[in-house]
């Protein structure tokens, strides 16, 4: 009988210890701005939210951008070329499609670069 005792006194020791530690990473939290409560809910300071909130939009921001900018050149305005014909007339000129091609992906790729850099660099600053 003692020993049932025993075990169960064991395994209250252990719950509680369970539930200080968890009050323990909470108060944590809390000093931090952020606490869990449940997997589906986290509670916030208020500055924290609104930092964050600006943080998404501005994110949110770029990528309307870019997807605004990847719009601007429908099919219908501007058909794909006769990629043959180009290379030729490339080629007649000196130049070459590959070179033109990767040109034309850098100055995309640059500008694209730009705003995320700029979008980055503002939401890591939280």
């Not at 080629?91 to 790729?109: E, I, Q």
């Amino acid at each position: 009988m003692k020993d049932d005792k025993r075990v169960h006194l064991k395994i209250a020791l252990a719950d509680l210890q369970v539930k200080h530690d968890r009050l323990k990473k909470k108060n944590e939290e809390l000093r931090k701005g952020i606490i869990n409560d449940r997997d589906d809910v986290v509670c916030i300071r208020k500055d924290v939210y609104d930092t964050l909130k600006a943080s998404h939009a501005n994110l949110v921001e770029v990528l309307e951008r870019i997807q605004v900018w990847q719009q601007a050149y429908p099919l219908k305005v501007f058909p794909k070329p006769d990629l043959k014909k180009a290379r030729q007339v490339l080629k007649d000129a000196g130049m070459t499609l590959d070179a033109v091609s990767a040109d034309n992906m850098r100055h995309v790729l640059d500008q694209i670069k730009s705003m995320v850099d700029l979008a980055l660099k503002e939401a890591r600053e939280i």
